[in-house]
């Protein structure tokens, strides 16, 4: 069994104002994140056949996701959208590949980062392909993150993808449905602070199980552009 990986977005230096415009991740992250990785593994390396190195991590069937065994399921918990209207993830992603992800706006690097990453990877597929895949992005910094915020952030990656914020309450319930550990925060002086939250991307595919995961660091444009199409079909084994 290879366990939920707890890598959280932890900022190294004091919050930058917001840009839509992602900076690199630090290296000493990543390498933090693949020693957390390959230590979790248990299982025997699958090749993926994808085009990245997975230097032992074990992969789902045919994707270069970090295999998730066993499968998750996907949740069922509503929060509000950026319309303000309820939104059931379960209901209102059914039939479609759905990307779940808790981050916040004011993140430095690692949340823009991952939504940059998922939109050029979106870019290089086919409308058909487009059309069965719903990204989810959850604030994990409701305080800050209103949904005009939300939707005004999000449109810089996707006019697509889906915002959903709460109650620290239910937030926090979200997160604990999907077997993360709950977002912290950490203050930075001055009134400013950070929010420490965990950083990856589940990816439930039609059958509604999380069979694979991406983590901050091994979820690049190429592996997107790999994976996506893929998601779409995946079967499981």
């Not at 190195?53 to 399921?73: C, E, M, R, T, W």
């Not at 309820?86 to 759905?98: D, R, S």
């Amino acid at each position: 069994m290879t366990a939920m990986i707890s890598l959280r977005s932890r900022p190294t230096s004091p919050e930058q104002p917001r840009s839509p415009i992602p900076k690199a991740i630090p290296l000493a992250l990543v390498a933090v994140g693949v020693v957390a990785l390959v230590a979790a593994a248990v299982l025997v390396f699958r090749p993926s056949g994808g085009s990245s190195d997975s230097g032992g991590v074990p992969h789902a069937k045919g994707l270069d996701g970090i295999l998730q065994d066993p499968a998750l399921p996907k949740p069922n918990f509503t929060l509000t959208d950026t319309e303000g209207q309820p939104f059931n993830l379960q209901t209102q992603t059914a039939g479609y590949v759905t990307l779940l992800y808790f981050g916040y706006t004011h993140c430095p690097d690692i949340c823009p980062t991952q939504m940059a990453n998922i939109a050029l990877g979106l870019k290089h597929e086919s409308a058909s392909v487009r059309s069965h895949i719903k990204m989810v992005f959850v604030t994990t910094d409701p305080h800050r993150d209103t949904p005009q915020v939300l939707r005004q952030w999000l449109d810089n990656f996707d006019p697509s993808f889906i915002g959903l914020t709460g109650t620290d309450q239910q937030i926090t319930a979200a997160e604990a449905s999907v077997g993360m550990p709950p977002a912290e925060v950490e203050p930075l002086g001055n009134g400013n602070y950070s929010v420490d939250h965990a950083a990856w991307v589940l990816a439930f595919t039609l059958d509604n199980q999380a069979h694979a995961i991406y983590p901050s660091g091994f979820d690049t444009a190429a592996v997107w552009a790999h994976d996506l199409s893929r998601l779409v079909t995946w079967r499981a084994s």
